[in-house]
């Protein structure tokens, strides 16, 4: 009855390297976004998407590039890293874009080393 | 610039006690207050706030909001080590986006 799903769980990667997070909803929702939870536990938006349109893309480096296939999957591409892009990043889904309650993913914690 | 500020940013008690945390924010057209509860994974959801004055509770856990005085409190009474945990205060303006504080980190022991 997993309600945001996201993979992998871990990912632990070298400075440079290209890897994806995906991310599934099965709620039906419109919406889907992605946030960057730093060290310091600060959650942040990076993205949003509402039925598979970008509609809030925050200040973040275009290494960084989601897609969404449909509107039950956001995918998070990330080129090129760096040790700064080390973070857990969740997905989140909500009703749609009107909606503030927003349903989370269990993260994906990142380590780039 | 929209923030959100949350306090204290951490928190020691002891079982049975009674805590109140802290958030205040300025956001361009606020929509909403929301209160997440996270533990080693996701942020759970708490409680959804709109209206000043009127009171959420679910168990042991409260919430109100003040939109003149722009804050918002969530107290939690009678304290269990289940209660560990970040709290996150988030608030919504219109542009479907939530700004999250830094959260309040609240360890409760036995």
């Known amino acids: 009855d997993t309600a945001v799903s996201q993979t992998p769980k871990y990912l632990v990667t070298q400075m440079g390297n290209d890897k994806s997070i995906k991310c599934e909803q099965n709620?039906?929702?419109?919406?889907m976004y992605w946030y960057k939870q730093d060290s310091k536990k600060f959650l942040k938006i990076m993205f949003s998407?509402?039925?598979?349109?970008?509609?809030i893309n925050e200040t973040v480096p275009n290494r960084f590039s989601p897609k969404s296939p449909d509107k039950a999957h956001l995918n998070l591409h990330i080129n090129s890293l760096e040790l700064g892009d080390s973070a857990v990043y969740f997905c989140a889904s909500s009703q749609d874009v009107r909606a503030s309650e927003q349903y989370f993913g269990p993260g994906t914690r990142l380590t780039v080393t | 610039e929209d923030k959100v500020v949350q306090s204290p940013l951490s928190l020691v008690v002891h079982e049975g006690d009674t805590v109140t945390l802290n958030c205040s924010y300025e956001v361009t057209n606020f929509r909403s207050l929301l209160w997440y509860k996270q533990e080693k994974k996701a942020p759970t959801f708490l409680f959804m706030l709109?209206?000043?004055?009127i009171e959420k509770k679910s168990g042991r856990l409260s919430s109100i909001l003040d939109k003149k005085e722009l804050f918002s409190i969530l107290n939690i009474t009678a304290t269990q080590t289940g209660d560990s945990a970040i709290y996150l205060c988030?608030?919504?303006?219109?542009?479907?986006?939530?700004?999250f504080g830094q959260g309040t980190t609240l360890q409760v022991k036995p």
């Open positions: 998407y509402n039925n598979k349109e970008l509609i």
């Open positions: 988030a608030v919504a303006g219109n542009t479907g986006k939530l700004i």
């Open positions: 709620l039906g929702h419109d919406t």
């Open positions: 709109t209206s000043s004055g």
